[in-house]
């Protein structure tokens, strides 16, 4: 069974700075993207950043220049560092990632979601 096991997330001073981590676990054949959502509440979720494979990266206007994901296939990890934060950074975090993986007898690629971590950035 395929986790996605994340940490790093925190109660921050505006300005200040975080850095989310996540490991993809389980029977994985290969992972396509990897990358991180988040929910304000009351508000829709949100695509913060995405690694598709090789360099290319995408990021929420908002976020571009303050926050910067990396990713380590090695590990099967992705990470986030988030500087200058807001309080509108404030939110829960999830990591998710699209990856192919051993099911039975077959391979089968899905999108998978982390548990979700708290973000706080306030005074």
């Known amino acids: 069974q395929v986790q996605l096991v994340e940490s790093g997330g925190g109660l921050v001073q505006p300005g200040g700075s975080l850095r989310l981590s996540c490991e993809a676990t389980?029977?994985?054949?290969?992972?396509?993207?990897m990358g991180w959502y988040r929910q304000a509440p009351g508000k829709e979720r949100e695509l913060v950043a995405v690694?598709?494979?090789?360099?290319?990266?995408n990021y929420l206007d908002s976020v571009r220049g303050r926050f910067t994901i990396s990713r380590n296939n090695a590990k099967k990890a992705v990470y986030l560092q988030m500087t200058n934060l807001k309080p509108e950074d404030t939110a829960v975090y999830y990591c998710?990632?699209?990856?192919?993986?051993?099911?039975?007898?077959?391979?089968?690629?899905?999108?998978?979601w982390g548990q979700g971590t708290q973000v706080t950035v306030s005074s």
């Open positions: 998710n990632a699209i990856l192919t993986s051993y099911g039975g007898h077959a391979l089968v690629t899905d999108r998978h």
């Open positions: 690694h598709t494979g090789g360099r290319r990266v």
């Open positions: 389980g029977s994985i054949h290969s992972i396509d993207s």
